[in-house]
């Protein structure tokens, strides 16, 4: 089976500029995660849909992060403007199960932010 | 509200002696465990899961975890290291309640020498 696609896998924009991310799933994964992992931590759960509706977002920066999950399938999270310190790869995982199930994770996509 | 702790954050060892990888968990609810490894340049996997069946989990490449609810502790474990053992290792904990939220461990740095 496919894995989870990401792109792009490398993003250098100067800072107040805005960025894009996109992440296709596993086909048949309704949970969707989005994490931010600085270098040297853990990765960071941003926001978790499960099919179009979002689980929890409570770790996102509203301010200036934005993501949608448009029928349930594709994602984009959305940076605007950015600061130096969303400097981090930025992973999208699926699941096939609500909670307790592995989680498959794409290969990231690093963001500098200068 | 749930955590995780891994107790190290870098573990050196030489080739072909025993890992071990610390984790201590926190949760509210009845847990998930997970350990997921991460090569550089390359994607988070998982090792392994504990989801309330056996205790002694069996993994991947030879690494297992023992489930030890009363010391709330998730260690990974492997009798001979290998020089592709040589990675970041994440614990994660996570539940179906608390909006299936999964928190990861900082990661433990696993070095291993010839």
């Known amino acids: 089976e496919a894995g989870v696609a990401q792109s792009p896998r490398y993003k250098i924009i100067e800072k107040r500029q805005s960025v894009a991310f996109w992440c296709n799933p596993i086909?048949?994964?309704?949970?969707l995660y989005w994490y931010q992992q600085i270098l040297g931590q853990g990765p960071k759960l941003l926001i978790q849909f499960q099919n179009n509706g979002v689980v929890d977002d409570s770790q996102l920066p509203k301010d200036r992060f934005s993501a949608e999950r448009l029928k349930g399938v594709d994602s984009t999270l959305k940076i605007q403007p950015a600061k130096l310190e969303d400097s981090a790869v930025y992973l999208c995982a699926s699941s096939l199960e609500f909670g307790r199930g592995e989680q498959y994770f794409g290969p990231g996509t690093r963001l500098t932010v200068t | 509200a749930q955590s995780v702790t891994q107790l190290d954050s870098h573990v050196s060892v030489s080739e072909g002696t025993p890992v071990l990888l610390r984790c201590n968990y926190s949760?509210?609810?009845?847990?998930?465990l997970f350990w997921y490894v991460q090569h550089p340049n390359k994607g988070l996997q998982l090792l392994l899961k504990?989801?309330?069946?056996?205790?002694l989990v069996k993994g991947i490449n030879g690494f297992e975890a023992e489930f030890k609810k009363s010391e709330t502790s998730f260690h990974l474990t492997k009798p001979s290291a290998h020089m592709s053992d040589a990675a970041e290792y994440f614990c994660v904990v996570s539940t179906d309640t608390n909006a299936g939220k999964s928190t990861f461990g900082d990661g433990t740095t696993l070095t291993v020498k010839p």
């Open positions: 504990y989801t309330s069946a056996a205790t």
């Open positions: 949760s509210s609810y009845s847990p998930s």
């Open positions: 086909s048949g994964h309704a949970t």
